[in-house]
């Protein structure tokens, strides 16, 4: 059965810490991709990475950053965790451009920063 | 640019009723895949089905059922029939073929009354 897992369901941090979250997917997929998802906003992309050491910004990348050392794990991390970026972080990955795969999705960490 | 519209936010209908949800998108490619997602209260996104542009064959799975028409650029959803279990927020995607990312819409909350 192929996955995607989050390393948690449910955080809490508080403002100002340095927050990871990691994502780990077991197909061999080419692309990962970190979501954010809010009530009324639906999915919002923060970045993907389409290879090992690479990345690219999507919609709303200010205040994250993210790592890709292997090609299974890939890190979203808040340098400085503030209370706007409460939410649902979702996880997915894909096969690369030129396929028609469809993307996977992790189960979602509940992020709450008081 | 590529983009999807999911006008109806949400959704009631009571049980055994017929319920479509729709779903309409913008992109200049002339080859693209589109999908549907399920989000049940668990939170994790279900994949439902992928369409390639160059078939418009209509498909059926059960319950379920897709209209896809190139002319509108629509890609529609119905259940027929409908059951609480049914009760989720449901997302179309598109994705170009030469693009890595994928584009959500906003997503459609529906609710099957007992």
């Known amino acids: 059965d192929v996955k995607v897992t989050q390393s948690s369901r449910y955080l809490v941090k508080r403002t100002g810490e340095k927050v990871f979250l990691e994502c780990v997917q077991d197909?061999?997929?080419?692309?990962m991709f970190w979501y954010r998802q809010d009530p009324g906003l639906g999915l919002r992309l923060i970045y993907f990475s389409y290879d090992v050491k690479m990345k690219e910004k999507g919609d709303i990348p200010e205040g994250y950053s993210v790592s890709r050392e292997k090609k299974e794990r890939f890190s979203l991390i808040l340098e400085s965790a503030s209370t706007n970026q409460t939410s649902m972080y979702l996880c997915?990955?894909?096969?690369?451009?030129?396929?028609?795969?469809?993307?996977?999705f992790g189960p979602g960490t509940r992020l709450t920063v008081l | 640019a590529q983009k999807v519209t999911q006008a109806q936010t949400e959704i009631s209908v009571v049980e055994k009723e017929d319920v479509t949800l729709d779903c309409v998108y913008e992109?200049?490619?002339?080859?693209?895949?589109l999908f549907w997602y399920k989000q049940p209260p668990s939170g994790e996104l279900v994949f439902l089905i992928r369409r390639n542009s160059f078939d418009e064959q209509n498909e059926i799975s059960g319950r379920y059922s897709w209209n896809f028409q190139k002319s509108t650029s629509s890609f529609n959803f119905t259940i027929t029939a409908s059951q609480v279990v049914d009760s989720a927020v449901y997302f179309c995607a598109l994705r170009d073929y030469t693009g890595n990312q994928f584009y959500f819409g906003t997503g459609t909350s529906l609710t099957v009354i007992p």
């Open positions: 197909m061999d997929h080419e692309n």
């Open positions: 992109t200049r490619d002339t080859t693209y895949y």
């Open positions: 997915a990955s894909s096969r690369a451009s030129g396929s028609n795969n469809e993307q996977f």
